[in-house]
């Protein structure tokens, strides 16, 4: 529902896509076909709307030596996030605000795809760094449905989505021995989706 809602707004589903992938990696520089390949849309769609949003100065342009080719002196045009562009923090929110009422349907598809304790949004869905997953669930669930899960929902945004799904034995087990792991993501800011877990087994907040 957000994302429609951005869609419309901006007028492509192509630009919205980029513009959550460049807003998620402002530091980053990114060649046409490896957006394409992130963003999963064809490349000249790719091109078309790097253009626009170089246009309207979202994004930088810039000329840079490419060191993945042997031919010496080969430049390729990479793209990054225009951070001084005036109306940043305006856009930054609404990315922000649609990810909140996409979150509406999200704890719905997760609490679909099994037996779900806990599921909580971290680092890139929060626009907060400092967790190792973007997304964690805690359940019975099948690691193929909640990849399948992840990979259709990565198309959908534009980005990728790092995951860690435990049972729920496993995830007491891990509280149990104090796993660094574990509380590297207990310990991090997060939007909790769905918390059923048994007061004794309470998360850090």
Excluded: W
């Amino acid at each position: 529902m957000g994302y429609n809602m951005l869609e419309h707004l901006f007028g492509s589903k192509t630009r919205v896509k980029l513009l959550t992938l460049f807003l998620h990696n402002p530091d980053s520089l990114f060649f046409v076909r490896e957006l394409t390949r992130l963003i999963d849309t064809q490349i000249n769609a790719v091109r078309r709307e790097l253009e626009n949003l170089v246009e309207l100065g979202l994004i930088n342009e810039a000329d840079k030596e490419s060191t993945e080719d042997k031919r010496p002196g080969l430049k390729r045009k990479y793209y990054t996030m225009n951070q001084d562009f005036p109306l940043m923090q305006e856009i930054r929110v609404l990315i922000t605000k649609a990810h909140v009422l996409m979150e509406r349907r999200l704890d719905r598809e997760i609490t679909a795809l099994g037996d779900i304790k806990y599921a909580a949004l971290l680092n890139s869905f929060i626009g907060k760094s400092g967790a190792p997953v973007d997304m964690f669930l805690v359940g019975d669930i099948k690691s193929s449905a909640a990849k399948k899960f992840v990979t259709g929902l990565e198309k959908e945004l534009g980005f990728e989505i790092n995951f860690a799904c435990f049972t729920t034995q496993e995830f007491k087990y891990r509280r149990e021995i104090t796993d660094k792991f574990l509380y590297s993501i207990l310990e991090s800011p997060k939007n909790v989706l769905v918390d059923h877990l048994d007061p004794l087994d309470e998360l850090v907040t």
